[in-house]
Structure formats: structure tokens, C-alpha cells
């Protein structure tokens, strides 16, 4: 590289530091910092309330009170007062103990004895909840079983396991009045191992899908998710060619897809929303796919809209250094396919040079660099050549730096795609020479 091309480097890289320095809105970021952190601190206080904290001291059981626990699910069994107390769930959380633990207390006869209390439990129950609870007791305890080989038990608790899941597929439940999100988050899981360990086929996945959208609130929260897990299942070979399981992710994205036509939401909901999702300790591929979804509906309403969609996506980037969101190739792709589908051609420049500064971040982010490069370079060009016409009354700040800095790319990128840019971008030759002054570094590696 000789001296005049590395200091007309040196110079359009300075423009890509201002772009990357100035997306950083310090102010807004510091404020969006502070509602996270306060939101972290409430939720942490709440979950604190509730039972899942219990589960916590479940290994400080003594044998006594492992004990305890089983003479009371089995009288509470007897007196048909199982439903009305919490001995089901003393169960769930005494199936958690280690099997060195649990297998030192109770003996073979009593793990036959629970599989048959669990089964007439099951029998009685009109609540799908009490059989998912009694289906991970199951799961659970056949493990612990496992550890003390016999043939006989093990397959005892499998036949139990065959019985709840055949009567889930057939069985109409009532409706559910209390349907913890998470819970049923964790349902959808479990229906997904069955298929995947053949303990039920994809029709009865579909059913009993079906009968969980049916019975629970329709949080789009668990639309997402079923999406998710018959995206893996259609990403499996056994499962990729299953016609019905394709229309039925259709008719999932449809009712998702009529539902953020609807909303209409305020830019403070918009941002509590967004504030929620990253106080959130765990991170949940449905969580950010339904936010993106939002975000996609809120900002085609209006140009502003859109802006401010841009500024909660700048500050994504800034999150992704603390949380490495965008290390999910889901969430990632995900992304950039919204943020890709609110781009068009008769937006404002002012919002089409935001689009402009967004892409110009994601190609210096290295997880977009490698997986997204090609889409983002087009992005760019397109959007360039959009902001290039006629009517518009082009300047540095609108247009031409970002010819300076679309030539750093395609120069330090060595980007055949583009060879002839200067044409593609320009509409008549007047135009053309004053653009061509923009790409003098892509003009150099022509000429090497």
C-alpha cells in the first residue's frame, strides 16, 4: 500500500470510527441501563415470593422429611384430597433429590407403590397441569431407578409414562385458570423430547399442541415457542418432509402475523416491553423473536416509529457486548431479517441514513460480519442508490460519506460483487463523475 492510498484509508476510517462512536447515545443507553437494572432488582424481588424459590432447599430434605412427604401425597391419594393441597407438589420437588439420596430412603416396594398412586392420580385429574406434574414426578423417579437396575420397576414407571401421555393425547381437559407462562414453556419442551425419543409421533404432538393453545391463555409467547420446536423438528431428517407439520407452523406464524396487525402500542409500552425482555436472567430465543416481531409492527406506523426503532436496535448492539445475545444464530438471523424487512425505498433520507449507520455497525460487529455480510452489502447499496435520484438534493452528510465508506468496505473487504458500483449507483454520467470521486480506493484495486 503506498503513502496516498493509506492515508485516503487512514481518512474513511475515520468516517466509519464517527458512525460506530456516534451511535452510541450515551444518555439514552444510560437511561435504558438504569430501567434494566431496576426491572433485574423487581424481578428478583418477585421470584422471590413464589413457591420456585422453595425448590432451592430441596437437597436440605432430611430422611424424615423425604419421608414425610411421601406418607402424606399417598394418604392425601386415599382421601381424594390431592387436588386441594400441595402434597403433588412436595412430590415434584422431592423428585429433584440425587438418587444416592432418594434411593437410600425409599425402597423397591415403595417406588412401586408411588407408580400406582401416581397412576390413579392421573386417572382422576381433568387438569392437563397435574399431568405434566405428575409426568416430570415420572420422568424423574425413573431415573433414580435406573441407578438401582431393576428390570422389572423401570418398566413399570415406563408403562406409567406411556399411560399419562396416551391419556393426554385423547383426554378433553377443562381450561386452565391459572397458566403460568414459564410452566407451559416447559411443557412445549417436554412434547418435543417425546418426539424426539419416539414416545409419541408428530400427529399426537400436533393434538396435544393444540389442546395446550386451547386450554391456556394464548400468550404469543408460546406461539413462538412451538414455532421454534417444530422448526428443530423440521430440521431433523426423520421429520423435514411431514406436510402437516408445515401447514401447522403456517397456521401458528398466521394467528402471530393477525395479531401484531392489531397492535397498537405507545413508544413507552414499546420501551417497557424491550426493558422487560433484558432484565430477563436467562435468555429465551422466544422472547426475542416475539420483541422483533413488535418492533417490526411498531415501526412501520410512522417514520419516527421507525427511528426510534433504530435507536432500541443500537442499543441491542451495546447489550450484545455485556450478554451476547447475537451468539444465538437464531436470535442473530432473526434480527436481521426484520431489521432488513423495514427498509424500503420511500422512506425519509434522514431515516435512510440511520438505516445506513445501523448496517455500517453490523458489518464491524464480527458475528454479523461472518454470517450476514452478503445481505448487509446489498442492504447498503440498495439503500445508497435509493437515496440517489432526481428529486434529492445530495450532501456529505447524506450521501457522499457513505460512498467513502462503502468504498472502504468493498476495498478492505476485496468484494467482487460490486466491481462496477459507480454505475450501478449513478443515473446519468454528470452524476456518475461526481460519485466516481467517492471510490478512489476501489478504483486503486482495479488498477492493481
Known amino acids: 500500500m503506498n503513502i496516498t492510498q493509506e492515508s485516503i484509508t487512514i481518512k474513511k476510517y475515520s468516517l466509519v470510527k464517527g458512525i460506530l462512536t456516534n451511535s452510541c447515545n450515551k444518555k439514552f443507553f444510560n437511561q435504558i441501563d438504569a430501567l434494566i437494572l431496576k426491572k433485574y432488582f423487581d424481578n428478583a424481588y418477585e421470584y422471590s415470593l413464589t413457591e420456585n424459590i422453595e425448590r432451592i432447599n430441596a437437597h436440605n430434605l432430611s430422611f424424615n422429611d423425604i419421608n414425610k412427604i411421601i406418607d402424606n401425597f399417598m394418604c392425601c391419594v386415599e382421601n381424594l384430597s390431592i387436588f386441594h393441597n400441595r402434597s403433588l407438589f412436595e412430590m415434584v420437588k422431592l423428585s429433584f433429590l440425587p438418587s444416592k439420596k432418594l434411593n437410600r430412603v425409599i425402597s423397591i416396594d415403595t417406588y412401586a407403590k408411588l407408580a400406582a398412586y401416581l397412576h390413579y392420580v392421573s386417572h382422576e385429574t381433568n387438569k392437563l397441569s397435574f399431568d405434566f406434574l405428575i409426568l416430570r414426578i415420572t420422568d424423574n423417579l425413573l431415573l433414580k431407578i435406573k441407578n ?201 433520507i434522514n431515516v435512510k441514513n440511520k438505516e445506513l449507520q445501523m448496517l455500517i455497525e453490523l458489518w464491524f460487529n464480527d458475528a454479523f460480519f461472518c454470517f450476514e455480510r452478503k445481505r448487509l452489502l446489498f442492504s447498503i447499496v440498495n439503500i445508497l442508490k435509493s437515496i440517489n435520484t432526481n428529486d434529492a438534493k445530495l450532501s456529505h452528510n447524506n450521501f457522499y460519506k457513505y460512498c467513502d465508506i462503502l468504498d472502504y468496505i468493498l476495498a478492505t473487504s476485496h468484494d467482487n460483487d460490486f466491481a462496477d458500483i459507480i454505475d450501478f449507483l449513478a443515473f446519468n454520467n454528470e452524476n456518475k463523475s461526481k460519485i466516481a470521486k467517492y471510490f478512489k480506493l476501489t478504483n486503486l484495486r482495479k488498477n492493481i
Not at 425419543?197 to 393453545?213: A, N, Q, R
Request: charged letters at 25%; glycine letters at 0%.
Open 148 to 348: 438401582i437396575n431393576n428390570t422389572d420397576l423401570s418398566s413399570t414407571y415406563n408403562k406409567l409414562k406411556s399411560a399419562i401421555l396416551d391419556k393426554m393425547i385423547i383426554y378433553a381437559y377443562t381450561p386452565e385458570k391459572r397458566g403460568n407462562e414459564a410452566t407451559i414453556l416447559c411443557w412445549i419442551d417436554r412434547l418435543l423430547y417425546a418426539v424426539i425419543e419416539k414416545e409419541i409421533d408428530l400427529d399426537s404432538f400436533i393434538i396435544l399442541s393444540k389442546k395446550i393453545l386451547e386450554i391456556t391463555s394464548k400468550s404469543i409467547y408460546i406461539y413462538w415457542k412451538l414455532i421454534n420446536a417444530i422448526d428443530y423438528l423440521l430440521s431433523q431428517k426423520d421429520y423435514h418432509s411431514f406436510s402437516s407439520l408445515r401447514k401447522y407452523k403456517s397456521d401458528l406464524q398466521k394467528y402471530i402475523d393477525e395479531k401484531y396487525l392489531y397492535l397498537n402500542l405507545s413508544t413507552d409500552e414499546l420501551q417497557n416491553i424491550f426493558v422487560s425482555l433484558l432484565a430477563k436472567q436467562n435468555i429465551v430465543k422466544e422472547d426475542y423473536y416475539s420483541f422483533f416481531e413488535v418492533l417490526a409492527s411498531f415501526a412501520k406506523k410512522s417514520a419516527s416509529n421507525k427511528l426510534f426503532c433504530l435507536k432500541l436496535c443500537d442499543y441491542l448492539l451495546y447489550f450484545n457486548q455485556k450478554k451476547q445475545i447475537f451468539g444465538y444464530r437464531f436470535i442473530r438471523k432473526y434480527f436481521v431479517d426484520v431489521l432488513l424487512s423495514l427498509f424500503h425505498k420511500n422512506d425519509l
